[in-house]
């Protein structure tokens, strides 16, 4: 049971987009389209940003934004602020009850 | 408003059991399916297990790295989730985070709400 493959970390100016991918298998991503994505500021809890893959809660701003497609998802952070600096991870569902975090990706807004 | 509060993390020998409490409110905690996940210092998240509802049996799931040493169990009378970590390791030092399964209460796979997490050190 590997986990996810993000980069380690990931970088942009106030105001450009970013985006962080994440890699799984046909038995994770690939399977189900229910990835989320978790942000996580220094000793905090991480908060959901996107879910199943595209979706966003209420009260997360637009922009965020999350795509999948195959064994592959991705999160874009449009409009860059330094509040978005944080620690980000992807997460699928792997069936039967078990779910697969990816290693994290690091963003610094310069 | 959703509330989820970890407690009992400590400083523990290796071998010894410690169990963990996750207190919730400001939702029918029953009807949701609740799941743990560790973070160990300066790594990344990690999902340790998961128990349905009730009404999908009250089941659990494990991770690979956990199973057979870790159970978690329900109090729906209470809305308390735990987590029972036996034959502890210098590994399983990390903070454990209990989260809610949602957003809806059934066929939901999202960890929508988390607590703060408690600190769970083991060393002799």
């Known amino acids: 049971q590997s986990a996810l493959t993000q980069p380690a970390s990931v970088s942009g100016s106030p105001g450009q987009s970013i985006t962080i991918s994440c890699t799984g298998t046909s038995s994770d991503v690939g399977s189900y389209n229910l990835v989320s994505w978790y942000q996580q500021h220094p000793g905090k809890a991480p908060k959901v940003v996107i879910y199943e893959g595209t979706k966003r809660p209420s009260g997360v701003s637009d922009r965020f934004s999350g795509s999948q497609s195959g064994n592959r998802a991705s999160l874009t952070i449009s409009g860059l602020q330094a509040e978005d600096e944080a620690d980000y991870y992807c997460c699928s569902y792997a069936g039967s009850g078990t779910w697969r975090f990816g290693g994290g990706t690091k963003l610094t807004v310069l | 408003e959703v509330q989820l509060v970890e407690s009992g993390g400590r400083l523990v020998q290796p071998g010894r059991s410690l169990r963990l409490s996750c207190t919730t409110s400001?939702?029918?905690?029953?009807?949701?399916?609740m799941s743990w996940v560790r973070q160990a210092p300066g790594k990344g998240l990690e999902w340790v297990g998961y128990?349905?509802?009730?009404?999908?049996?009250?089941?659990?799931e494990y991770a690979a790295s956990v199973k057979g040493r870790i159970a978690i169990s329900r109090d729906d009378s209470k809305s308390i989730a735990y987590l029972q970590m036996n034959s502890l390791k210098t590994e399983d030092t990390a903070v454990y985070f209990c989260t809610r399964v949602g957003p809806w209460a059934a066929g939901s796979t999202t960890f929508d709400y988390w607590g703060q997490g408690t600190l769970v050190t083991v060393s002799s």
């Open positions: 128990i349905r509802s009730k009404a999908y049996g009250g089941t659990t």
């Open positions: 400001g939702f029918t905690f029953g009807d949701y399916a």
